[in-house]
């Protein structure tokens, strides 16, 4: 009786966007406590491919050894049960991507809200998650967009072809003294025969 | 129409063989032979061979 007047008065005590959201979504269900146990690495389930919309084709500006669908610690996280949908992600259905019930943003103020009253482990697994979050930072470090690490740099072109501009330039001068002895000993020009190409 | 008459005289690159791009162009009269002659090249700072490029290279 008095553990139910305590629940009660908890229950009360929570904003009613969170209230609404537990209704919706019973923690004994959803809640990222109770969901399927994250598969480790190397445990018998290893899935192949972690699928996920973030990570599309098209991005082509990766890091370069990220592997786009292999097993991280942190995706392992967001992998859910296919029989109760996880309003947080989104998902697969007739071979399309549907978005997420709760976009990003308001993933993020409802995990903040749920922050504040201590509740946040009652939320199902979220990309907002102190979890999630403090998984992939201890995965990734410091490739935190702008700092440069795990970036590729395309560079100018100038930048990118003066290694081997130089290294032609080093060669010319190293057979320079020889050319110009050959130069002179054929009559400055006169019998020459290899004159260079105009390129442009 | 008859056509215009060549010009006597050519303009011609002579280029660095220090391979650094840097070139100088002159004016020589068509029916002489190739120019070359040692000039300074600003890049590698040194006097260097410079040889008349032939025109058209690009496509040959």
């Known amino acids: ?200 | 129409m008859a056509k215009k008459a060549k010009s006597r005289t050519i303009a011609v690159r002579l280029i660095s063989m220090a391979m650094t791009g840097y070139y100088r162009t002159l004016i020589r009269p068509r029916a002489h032979r190739p120019l070359s002659m040692m000039k300074y090249d600003p890049v590698v700072k040194k006097q260097v061979l410079f040889l008349e490029a032939t025109k058209g290279g690009k496509n040959k």
């Open chain 1, 1 to 200: 009786m008095q553990i139910s007047q305590q629940v009660t008065t908890l229950v009360d005590n929570l904003p009613k966007r969170l209230v609404n959201f537990f209704a919706r979504y019973p923690p004994q269900i959803h809640s990222a406590a109770v969901r399927r146990p994250a598969p480790a690495k190397d445990q018998d389930y290893t899935p192949k491919k972690v699928e996920s919309p973030y990570t599309p084709d098209r991005d082509a500006k990766g890091a370069p050894g990220e592997k786009k669908f292999g097993w991280t610690p942190s995706r392992a996280l967001l992998v859910t049960s296919e029989k109760v949908r996880n309003p947080f992600l989104p998902h697969k259905r007739y071979g399309k991507w549907e978005a997420p019930k709760y976009g990003l943003r308001q993933q993020a103020d409802l995990m903040k809200l749920a922050i504040k009253y201590n509740v946040d482990a009652l939320l199902p697994p979220s990309r907002k998650s102190i979890e999630f979050k403090q998984t992939r930072r201890a995965e990734r470090g410091l490739q935190v967009k702008g700092t440069g690490v795990g970036h590729k740099v395309k560079g100018h072109k100038w930048e990118r072809t003066m290694e081997s501009r130089l290294e032609e330039r080093r060669k010319a001068m190293e057979g320079m003294p020889e050319m110009v002895r050959m130069w002179k000993q054929r009559g400055h020009g006169r019998g020459w025969r290899q004159w260079p190409k105009r390129s442009s």
